[in-house]
């Protein structure tokens, strides 16, 4: 018992302020047993025990219900950041509609991800997508593990059409099907654990190793959000997701030019501050470069029709 108390007090340590209620609501897909609660959070330590073993590179040897916890992990500690508010899914309330619409355009762009699949991508998230609006006048948007994909207020009003939110979302999906978040994890994170730990059960390990493992899993945490909100996935992996993404983009029907437009428009006006999209997602003549050139594969693309303009602008109208 002793030691399940112990057990219990490191996950609620690494769980954090996931007790809130607005984070509690802010991640869902419809099902009371999607939401980030405490019952279900507690299991990213466990579930991530019994299935990693000795680590050497997360990205590749992480399961999806590993990825999936820490997806939620990530998101909890993105959420409960007292700057870092959200739109709430409050049918008739401006926010709430933004929102709903949102988490449309993703849904779609999802479906279309999931026909792209390929030998390169992470298995598809087993909780299915989540979609969010953050609250803050930063322009930016995150892929998290597990299907987790944040876009800002900031982004919705520098975004000049549908096409361009979109094109800036199915980036983040690509992020999260390439499994970029993992490959932030540092290779040393799990150094201190080891499998024969996990044979024996979590209730026969002592305090010690109960700390090691919530050391290691705390700390990919930590790894993941840093590379999410302050430092930016790796230049390759931006290219990478750019190609994915404009693919996902151009499956779903919109416009394959919107990311490189995007791209332009904040090089052109935007300063790069702290949290702001330039300074996690490059903005230079190679990306636009690169995404101009592959336009010869979607020829038959067409421009965004006007009423998909307007929907846009009537959804997003509490972001201006």
Not at 10 to 18: E, I, K
Not at 305 to 313: V, Y
Request: aromatic content about 6%; charged content about 25%.
């Amino acid at each position: 018992m002793r030691r399940q108390l112990r057990w219990a007090l490191a996950l609620a340590a690494l769980a954090g302020t996931v007790g809130c209620a607005d984070v509690l609501k802010a991640v869902r897909t419809g099902r009371p047993e999607d939401l980030l609660t405490e019952k279900n959070v507690k299991t990213v330590v466990k579930t991530g025990a019994e299935l990693v073993g000795d680590i050497k590179d997360a990205a590749k040897e992480l399961t999806p219900e590993n990825e999936y916890y820490l997806g939620r992990s990530v998101s909890v500690s993105i959420l409960a950041r007292a700057d870092f508010k959200h739109f709430a899914f409050e049918k008739g309330n401006p926010r709430g509609d933004a929102a709903e619409y949102v988490a449309r355009v993703g849904y779609l762009l999802a479906a279309a991800a999931s026909e792209l699949v390929d030998g390169e991508c992470r298995p598809l998230p087993i909780g299915g997508w989540h979609f969010v609006v953050l609250d803050v006048d930063a322009i930016n948007a995150y892929g998290l593990p597990g299907g987790y994909v944040f876009v800002t207020r900031g982004a919705l009003k520098a975004a000049r059409n549908e096409d361009e939110l979109a094109a800036v979302m199915a980036h983040e999906v690509a992020h999260v099907l390439r499994g970029h978040g993992l490959k932030s994890i540092k290779k040393d994170r799990f150094a201190k654990v080891s499998s024969k730990w996990f044979k024996k059960g979590v209730e026969s390990l002592g305090a010690d190793k109960v700390a090691a493992l919530t050391e290691a899993m705390s700390g990919s945490i930590d790894d993941i959000t840093q590379a999410v909100l302050v430092d930016g996935y790796s230049r390759d992996s931006e290219l990478e997701a750019d190609e994915l993404g404009q693919a996902i983009a151009s499956r779903a029907g919109y416009d394959p030019k919107a990311m490189a437009a995007f791209i332009e428009t904040m090089a052109k006006s935007q300063a790069t501050s702290s949290g702001e999209f330039g300074t996690t997602h490059p903005a230079d003549a190679e990306r636009v470069g690169k995404l101009q050139a592959r336009l010869a594969k979607y020829k038959g693309a067409k421009a965004s029709p006007p009423i998909r303009t307007e929907r846009f602008l009537a959804a997003t109208k509490v972001a201006r």
